[in-house]
């Protein structure tokens, strides 16, 4: 089975500044197709999980673009330019790559200092 | 818009049985694959259990394999799982999704499934 790592578990960020969380596989993401099945969701809290990057660094409508995606392989990342107080909640990554199990990260946490 | 209402959590006992159901609008249902995922409190999200457009195509998580049973009725927009045999650590908010392009795109509010004695 594929497993998600995601570091850092917690991140303390001021509003306005950068942050960057990191999500690993322990198998490459690269499918056969060419494609690279890597989700980015955010989920704040008491609410449902919100897609904001699918297939590594495609940012789903609606979504601002302080949010980008980067990363092949087995690393990749998740950017935020300028962190906003509506950016607080839990981050996950997923795989779709090795279908029909959908692993996710075990989150980052973000907080404003 | 998409709208997925996820009902019949509750409480029940360990060895008890629930039936999951997910209302499903604002989009084509039969088109879509759909999935359950839960989250135990305070905790992270657990992939459950996959279903095909024509119900075809049918796979549980290992945790679940022989005590949940995803399905699916087109004509009434719906998705269950059914949930047999439930111990302690399946307490959690468990979240019916559309699943597209090897993706969850969307998400409902889920439902709360507390099983205790």
């Known amino acids: 089975d594929v497993v998600m790592t995601q570091s850092p578990l917690s991140l303390s960020v001021t509003l306005g500044q950068p942050a960057s969380f990191s999500c690993r596989s322990s198998?490459?993401?690269?499918?056969?197709?060419?494609?690279?099945?890597l989700s980015w969701f955010h989920q704040r809290p008491g609410q449902s999980p919100r897609r904001l990057i699918y297939r590594v660094s495609n940012r789903d409508s609606g979504v601002p673009d302080r949010f980008s995606g980067s990363g092949s392989g087995t690393d990749f990342t998740l950017k935020i330019s300028r962190v906003e107080a509506e950016d607080v909640g839990v981050y996950y990554c997923m795989q779709g790559t090795h279908w029909p199990q959908l692993a996710f990260g075990g989150g980052t946490k973000v907080e404003i200092k | 818009q998409v709208h997925l209402v996820a009902s019949g959590g509750g409480l029940v006992k360990p060895g008890g049985s629930l039936r999951l159901s997910c209302a499903a609008s604002g989009f084509s249902f039969s088109d879509y694959f759909m999935t359950w995922i839960r989250q135990a409190p305070g905790k992270g999200l657990e992939w459950l259990s996959f279903i095909s457009q024509r119900s075809d195509d049918i796979y549980h998580a290992d945790s679940v394999k022989g005590r949940f049973t995803i399905s699916r009725d087109n004509a009434k927009n719906s998705l269950y799982l059914q949930m047999n045999s439930l111990r302690a650590e399946d307490t959690a908010i468990y979240y019916c999704?559309?699943?597209?392009?090897?993706?969850?795109?969307?998400w409902g509010q889920g439902t709360l499934v507390t099983v205790s004695s």
């Open positions: 999704t559309t699943v597209s392009q090897s993706s969850i795109d969307f």
């Open positions: 198998q490459s993401l690269l499918h056969r197709d060419r494609n690279t099945y």
